[in-house]
């Protein structure tokens, strides 16, 4: 059986990894991406628990982020077209000037 702390370890750096690209990047589409990537450390950490508890309520939790994932990958998708046809630019500071 797979060690908890791993999971736990690998599923931290992920999030970080992900915070990080999300505070300190100003491209859309790369902000969502790592928006994505924290979703997917946070199921790592479902599923692990899951698994360390030998029950399917983590892999039950982690698929409905999956959902929810998928759909703020196309949310976030149809934002960046949209942006981008505006303003040519996927710079997140275009989006000031499409709010009046």
Do not use: C
Not at 61 to 85: M, Q, Y
Request: glycine share 14%.
């Amino acid at each position: 059986m797979a060690n908890l702390h791993g999971y736990l370890l690998l599923g931290a750096m992920l999030f970080g990894l992900g915070l990080v690209g999300f505070l300190a990047r100003r491209n859309l589409i790369v902000i969502f991406l790592s928006a994505e990537l924290m979703l997917q450390g946070v199921v790592l950490n479902l599923v692990g628990f899951g698994r360390f508890h030998r029950d399917l309520d983590g892999q039950a939790f982690a698929g409905f982020i999956l959902v929810i994932a998928a759909v703020e990958a196309g949310l976030g998708l149809a934002l960046a077209v949209l942006l981008l046809r505006r303003k040519g630019t996927p710079d997140v500071e275009a989006w000031r000037a499409l709010r009046g």
